[in-house]
């Protein structure tokens, strides 16, 4: 799908397109190709004179493969963008081409962010003058949203702390537990990884000296949000391991409470099993052996021997 956006008394106005005749008649500032087809792709080297390249979103790491210009000036920048899902967060790669003032992006699923810069932009009078305005909201779109996601992270491990350390957790509940923090720690490394590479593509915009120096100054600032994530996510981190760790300890507790008792009934059942040992033992010479009271006598220190340790054992708070 293409969505064509174009510039008009200051706003910005969005067109879907279904045919290259609607294309054609057109001045977008900003291009955006949604899972585009083939076709699409050929409608855009018409009118545009780009091709965009097949591997346009691989998952290259290197910065080189990944921010680089074109000797005809064409710019090209590959960026994750994060998608906070609960059940399925992942991060999104965005192939990004600015080409003749115009900015193209190629993604394979509708993101957030975008979503957002489109309300905004209809919104607001004003806030996009060109093509780079687009790339620089989309980034500053992009940390306000990871810091939304770090917010929620925040929420659920208060959550999780209140049940971990306020009441006794018992196993079934640790493995909630367990998995809620997992869930998080997956998350805040998504955040992480997200702005970072936001940092990476805004630092290569100002190095390619394309920016104005108003655009630079907001650049920067987007840089000084991205500084207050990562020591956001590094605190959270620690929250994490810090719930991860207790909610283990809580089931070691457990664990432990379990083979104390085994402990305990095994060292109880020891005496009573040597008496039953001795009495059992064949031999004519036993004094009780001929006694009218021997058996209930033998049941009865039995009892006794196995009483007594019980007393003991929670006389010393052992139980």
Do not use: C
């Amino acid at each position: 799908m293409l969505n064509v956006f174009s510039l008009a008394n200051g706003r910005l106005y969005q067109e879907e397109i279904s045919d290259p005749a609607s294309l054609a008649g057109v001045q977008p500032v900003w291009v955006d190709l949604e899972a585009p087809t083939p076709q699409e792709k050929g409608w855009i080297t018409a009118r545009f004179g780009l091709t965009i390249p097949a591997d346009a979103v691989d998952d290259d790491l290197e910065e080189s493969a990944r921010f680089y210009e074109e000797d005809n000036g064409e710019l090209h920048i590959r960026s994750d963008f994060l998608i906070d899902d609960r059940d399925t967060p992942r991060n999104v790669r965005v192939a990004f081409i600015l080409h003749d003032k115009v900015l193209f992006s190629i993604h394979a699923e509708d993101l957030p962010v975008f979503r957002l810069l489109r309300l905004r932009a209809r919104r607001t009078p004003a806030l996009i003058e060109d093509a780079k305005d687009v790339l620089l909201k989309l980034y500053d779109a992009d940390a306000e949203y990871s810091a939304d996601a770090l917010e929620g992270i925040y929420d659920s491990l208060e959550s999780v702390s209140a049940r971990v350390l306020k009441k006794e957790i018992t196993d079934p509940d640790a493995a909630e537990v367990l998995a809620a923090i997992a869930g998080e720690e997956d998350l805040n490394g998504r955040i992480r990884r997200n702005v970072m590479d936001t940092r990476r593509a805004v630092s290569f915009m100002m190095r390619s000296r394309m920016l104005s120096a108003e655009q630079f100054e907001e650049a920067r600032q987007i840089l000084r949000d991205i500084d207050s994530l990562d020591s956001h996510t590094a605190f959270l981190f620690d929250k994490i391991n810090f719930l991860m760790d207790a909610t283990v300890g809580f089931i070691n507790i457990n664990q432990n409470k379990i083979i104390k008792l085994f402990s305990v009934a095994s060292v109880a059942l020891l005496p009573p099993t040597l008496i039953a040992s001795i009495y059992g033992m064949n031999f004519q010479t036993i004094p009780e052996l001929q006694w009218r009271y021997g058996y209930p006598y033998a049941l009865g220190l039995m009892v006794l021997s196995v009483a007594a340790p019980f007393w003991y054992f929670r006389r010393k708070g052992w139980l």
